[in-house]
């Protein structure tokens, strides 16, 4: 019997003398006399076809292969299933517990005003049974000082603390019908009184940000109206502007690098720049296959204990994904940094609105080429398993745990705040090398109201019962205020209700923020039109707790 082994190319055969296919003599002189492959369908030529010759010819029986191929599908489709099904009953369960909670709380201060001596009594009972260091953690309860009108039109958005010069800053509406457009208010913080106005930018600002280590009074801010401003507080004037290619998001700073910044623009690519550069951005990074815009930016600074932290990197915040961009010395791709030229030439914004840099290289006119640029940092991208649709992005300062705060969905119709740890995965290449994965671990769930019509901004801080303590605040529409809670076993500490926060007006932006005359917590809760500042009294035992 002839069988005519007709090759799909004849340079196929040479680079891969197994890819052949059997047909038969009358199917190959079709496929000639058509100059057209049955296989492929690419052209064939006389040359490509072989005959073989063989006494005989057996059929395999691939059923039971085929089979269970199929099942295999089948098992993996209902395995991913059963998973998801698994995820949804340990949220819905993460859920009716924090309900549980809430309406434990509810009736603790219902018994409290029911029966105010007998509620004392039990918790001066308890307050006797805990620990030295456990009770301090449960005493005290935020106090409302003062409520600063700052806009009678809204649109305030965004508030930072600058607390070695007791001065807060808020993001609002020029108040001046002539100049429009947007900048920040300051405020004294011990004084607890607003300040001068300085006009920034044309279009709203959704970020501003104060390095944390450097004391130099400079103040970034990220807007709408596609550029990143450096404002000296010292001054009340801006030093050094940036034009981007889209409008910003966010911002933050390479802590502890005094001269390294970030900002997230609305295509999904983030910007490096270098203060002592004023061209324009060092280098674009982009998270792959995702151009959603950059909520909230936070730098992963390195620390001395490499266990708790191991690396750094800045996580990036997107609405539809949180991404972890790990930094590390070594050269990249040109597709992944494009460097802008060093230019000496003077900032436009600075030349044309009589707005003076300051000389931060003192009298050297020339000066060297920074280290940063000489190690070429390189950063890789890695996802992070936390799903939802993302509204803000906090950070603590020297550790891997990070706070990220979802809107409410059709799976799960709540406000969540998930806070995370990031954690590396050693691994060895098959050329020996070795490569790290980060991933994370979801460490406490906090769950809120059932509305969010802002995309409004969480804070996750220490300090208020011990150093190492966590606490959360978040605004929160169905309670007309803010919520405080404790990290560590996920309470609820404490409601508060500013006098003009409500469901039509919520709280925005949270900021803690200390002062020089004193050790003791302060925090700053931001509506479109009021700021309100609140003290921690640890003199008052928080029931709630």
């Known amino acids: 019997m002839q069988i005519a082994v007709p090759f799909a190319l004849k340079r196929g055969l040479r680079r891969d003398p197994t890819n052949f296919a059997v047909y038969g003599v009358d199917i190959s002189l079709d496929s000639r006399k058509e100059a057209r492959c049955p296989q492929c369908n690419t052209k064939a030529h006389r040359n490509d076809i072989r005959f073989l010759y063989t006494k005989n010819l057996r059929a395999?029986?691939?059923s039971e292969r085929d089979r269970a191929l199929s099942e295999l599908v089948t098992e993996r489709k209902l395995r991913r299933k059963a998973e998801q099904e698994l995820c949804e009953q340990r949220a819905k369960y993460q859920l009716l517990q924090a309900e549980l909670i809430l309406l434990r709380n509810e009736f603790q201060i219902a018994r409290h005003f029911a029966c105010p001596s007998g509620l004392d009594r039990t918790a001066e009972e308890s307050t006797s049974q805990r620990t030295p260091s456990q009770g301090d953690s449960y005493r005290g309860i935020y106090e409302l000082i003062k409520s600063l009108p700052l806009s009678s039109a809204g649109n305030c958005r965004v508030?930072?603390?600058?607390?070695?010069?007791?001065?807060?800053?808020?993001?609002?509406?020029?108040?001046?019908?002539?100049?429009?457009?947007?900048?920040?208010?300051?405020?004294?913080?011990?004084?607890?009184?607003?300040?001068?106005?300085?006009?920034?930018?044309?279009?709203?600002?959704?970020?501003?940000?104060?390095?944390?280590?450097?004391?130099?009074?400079?103040?970034?801010?990220?807007?709408?109206?596609?550029?990143?401003?450096?404002?000296?507080?010292?001054?009340?004037?801006?030093?050094?502007?940036?034009?981007?290619?889209?409008?910003?998001?966010?911002?933050?700073?390479?802590?502890?690098?005094?001269?390294?910044?970030?900002?997230?623009?609305?295509?999904?690519?983030?910007?490096?720049?270098?203060?002592?550069?004023?061209?324009?951005?060092?280098?674009?990074?982009?998270?792959?296959?995702?151009?959603a815009p950059v909520i909230g930016l936070q730098y992963l600074s390195p620390t001395r204990d490499q266990s708790d932290c191991p690396g750094r990197g800045l996580l990036v915040g997107q609405l539809t994904k949180v991404t972890f961009l790990s930094e590390d010395d070594g050269n990249s791709s040109p597709d992944e940094r494009r460097s802008p030229p060093i230019s000496d030439a003077p900032d436009t914004h600075a030349s044309t609105s009589g707005h003076q840099s300051p000389d931060l290289f003192g009298t050297n006119s020339n000066p060297p080429i920074p280290h940063l640029f000489a190690q070429n940092l390189a950063y890789h991208p890695h996802s992070l398993s936390l799903e939802g649709s993302l509204a803000s992005l906090s950070l603590v300062p020297g550790t891997c745990r990070f706070l990220a705060s979802y809107r409410p969905t059709q799976r799960l119709p709540r406000v969540r705040h998930v806070l995370a740890q990031l954690r590396a995965d050693q691994s060895v290449e098959p050329d020996g090398t070795q490569s790290t994965t980060y991933t994370c671990n979801e460490v406490q769930n906090l769950w809120g109201g059932s509305r969010m019509k802002m995309l409004t901004r969480t804070r996750l801080f220490t300090g208020l019962g011990s150093a190492t303590e966590l606490t959360?605040?978040?605004?929160?529409?169905?309670?007309?205020?803010?919520?405080?809670?404790?990290?560590?076993?996920?309470?609820?500490?404490?409601?508060?209700?500013?006098?003009?926060?409500?469901?039509?007006?919520?709280?925005?932006?949270?900021?803690?923020?200390?002062?020089?005359?004193?050790?003791?917590?302060?925090?700053?809760?931001?509506?479109?039109?009021?700021?309100?500042?609140?003290?921690?009294?640890?003199?008052?035992v928080n029931m709630v707790a």
């Open 60 to 62: 395999l029986d691939t």
């Open 159 to 291: 508030v930072s603390s600058c607390d070695y010069l007791n001065a807060l800053c808020v993001s609002q509406p020029s108040t001046n019908p002539i100049f429009r457009g947007f900048g920040i208010r300051k405020i004294n913080s011990v004084e607890q009184r607003p300040l001068k106005y300085i006009h920034l930018h044309s279009q709203p600002i959704r970020d501003i940000a104060f390095h944390p280590d450097a004391q130099d009074g400079i103040l970034c801010s990220a807007s709408l109206d596609k550029s990143v401003r450096l404002t000296s507080l010292l001054m009340d004037q801006v030093v050094q502007t940036y034009q981007c290619p889209a409008p910003v998001w966010s911002c933050c700073w390479a802590s502890p690098e005094p001269h390294r910044l970030f900002a997230g623009c609305s295509n999904g690519a983030v910007l490096v720049f270098d203060v002592r550069i004023t061209s324009g951005p060092l280098t674009t990074l982009t998270v792959p296959d995702n151009t």
């Open 472 to 540: 959360v605040v978040a605004g929160s529409e169905d309670a007309g205020g803010a919520l405080v809670w404790r990290c560590d076993s996920g309470a609820l500490i404490q409601t508060l209700k500013p006098p003009d926060s409500s469901s039509e007006s919520p709280i925005i932006d949270v900021c803690p923020y200390t002062t020089t005359q004193s050790n003791t917590n302060h925090l700053a809760l931001l509506t479109e039109r009021t700021l309100h500042l609140y003290r921690w009294n640890t003199h008052v």
